[in-house]
């Protein structure tokens, strides 16, 4: 197929994605107003579902339940997260390379409430206690009669010696705006220093990690700075600019399929990112990285290889898998216990079709809560439900200005329609009108006056002076 053959398949997608968002917001926009619920009437429900999470798995499982139990007035459906809003992180990069306010990839739970009848408590799990059936909060102790645990993962950085101490990593809107403040430090101090060889070292950024979010990270690092940040130094316009990513497995993105691992490399590469394959991070210090094959001097260290379950998760007296994710069994519940389902990156289920892991995305947490809002329904009612199937849409990853790779079934795309289908996707995905808008408004008006190169501090002080960092 042709470039522009391509573009078209990428703008019909993006049509019928937009064209299906439309409807929904018809029927959305004739939602009934939302009724608030109270500690005593969730006690007293008939059937009490708690959902530990309001992200990608716990949003689809409270949504496919509304759906299902509509006519179920004894039924109560509560969602429990730290915050009231939930994070779409495929946007993250969006943010990080200059040209989306961080508040627009942000939705307010709330913003799904109307006319639906789950309910929301913003409150820190504390506890998950299977045996009495009860969650504790910080705002108070939850039974249960089924349980959802959709509560996600943390990046981990391996315990290597100066690795933690002299990485960053890049997770949440707050690390996507240090990350462009990094970069703007790191070029200052280029600017400021007298020595070629300190200069090299602040000039090379270094990404430990070679799956998505690593290469997703070195893609956007090299664009932010040959997009926005490098135009204002121009006298730094011929130094030795670096930016490597590092990945211990034999190809780059291991969990895709080999085409989509092999465009990702060409991809980078074409866009001047060095990738390392093979090569292991052993440690680092202030002014070096080193790896299996050598060192690198770079002051500038990224973790983005290995994620965990959260620690009520991991110190849960269950099955967990290595990284302290839950072992969940077909129907994606916790053996023994078929009132307690878990999903998204805290489940660890097995994809029958390959024999692997089902992968820690915002993909397969959304399909599974979609799965588990069915099961829970069916098994109120009485009816028994078919097991759980992964069914992968396709791999997508933005790789820089114009470009990208997305496969989908047997197609795979690169270049400027990878790039194209990457932005409708997300644009059509993200759950709220009003954010899609202005993320619209945001990529058109950097396309037009440049990329967001201000450093935004995010320090806030106390009353007694004690400094915290956002
Ligand atoms: C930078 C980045 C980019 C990514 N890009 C993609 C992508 O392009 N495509 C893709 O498919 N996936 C992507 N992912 C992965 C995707 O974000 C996760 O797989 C997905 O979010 C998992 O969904 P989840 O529901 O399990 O967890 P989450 O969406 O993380 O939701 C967990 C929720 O639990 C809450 N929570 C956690 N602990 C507690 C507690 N103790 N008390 C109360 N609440 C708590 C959190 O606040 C959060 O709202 C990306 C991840 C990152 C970090």
Redesign the pocket.
């Known amino acids: 197929m042709t470039g522009k053959g391509l573009a078209i398949v990428g703008l019909g997608i993006a049509a019928a994605a937009v064209g299906r968002r439309l409807l929904a917001a018809s029927v959305s926009m004739r939602r009934l107003p939302h009724e608030s619920e109270t500690e005593e009437s969730y006690h007293s429900a008939g059937t009490r579902i708690l959902i ?7 949003i689809a499982t409270a949504l496919e339940l509304d759906k299902r139990l509509e006519a179920r007035t004894d039924t109560s459906i509560l969602v ?4 009231n809003s ?2 779409f ?2 946007l ?1 990069w969006t943010v990080a390379d200059g040209r989306s306010n961080p508040s627009n990839i942000v939705v307010p739970v709330r913003a799904f409430q109307r006319g639906r009848r789950f309910h929301l408590l913003q409150a ?2 504390e506890k998950i206690d299977l045996d009495s059936r009860q969650v504790h909060t910080s705002a108070g102790t939850r039974p249960y009669d089924y349980l959802v645990i ?4 943390v990046t981990t950085v391996p315990d290597l010696p100066g690795v933690r101490e002299h990485s960053l990593i ?2 949440s809107p707050a690390d996507a705006l240090q990350l462009r403040n990094h970069l703007i430090d790191a070029l200052e101090a280029a600017h400021n220093s007298q020595d070629p060889k300190e200069d090299a070292e602040w000039l090379t950024f270094v990404v430990g990690g070679g799956g ?2 690593g290469v ?1 990270l070195a893609a956007t690092i090299s664009d932010y700075l040959s997009s926005g940040l490098l135009s204002q130094y121009p006298w730094l316009e011929d130094a030795p600019v670096r930016v490597v990513v590092a990945g211990r497995a034999d190809r780059l993105v291991p969990m895709s399929d080999p085409k989509s691992s092999e465009a990702v490399r060409r991809e980078l590469e074409e866009s001047g990112v060095e990738v390392l394959t093979g090569v292991s991070i052993e440690s680092a210090t202030e002014r070096s990285v080193r790896t299996s094959k050598g060192d690198i001097p770079a002051r500038t260290l990224f973790w983005a290889a290995g994620t965990a379950a ?1 620690s ?1 998760v991991s110190d849960l007296p269950v099955e967990h898998a290595r990284n302290g994710s839950l072992i969940v069994d077909d129907h994606l519940r916790l053996p023994g216990r078929p009132e307690v389902y878990a ?4 489940a660890w289920s097995v994809d029958p079709r390959t024999g692997m892991g089902v992968p ?4 397969a ?1 959304e399909h599974e809560g979609r799965y588990v809002g069915r099961a829970i329904a069916a098994a109120i009612n009485g009816i028994p439900t078919k097991p759980f199937r992964f069914r992968p849409l396709g791999h ?1 990853a933005l790789l820089g200005r114009g470009t990208g790779v997305a496969q989908v079934g047997p197609l795979t795309l690169t270049g400027p329609p990878a790039w194209l289908m990457w932005h409708s996707y997300y644009l059509s995905h993200i759950p709220s009108w009003r954010n899609r808008i202005r993320l619209l408004l945001d990529w058109l008006l950097a396309g037009l006056t440049g990329r967001e190169t201000s450093q935004l501090r995010l320090e806030t002080r106390s009353g007694s002076g004690e400094t915290t960092r956002l």
């Open positions: 530990l999470g309001a992200g990608f798995g716990g429990v997260d730290k915050d939930t994070l992180t495929p993250l820190e799990v959709a509560l996600g993962s890049f997770q998505d979010t997703e959260p009520v999903v998204g990156d805290s820690p995305t915002a993909q947490a997508m």
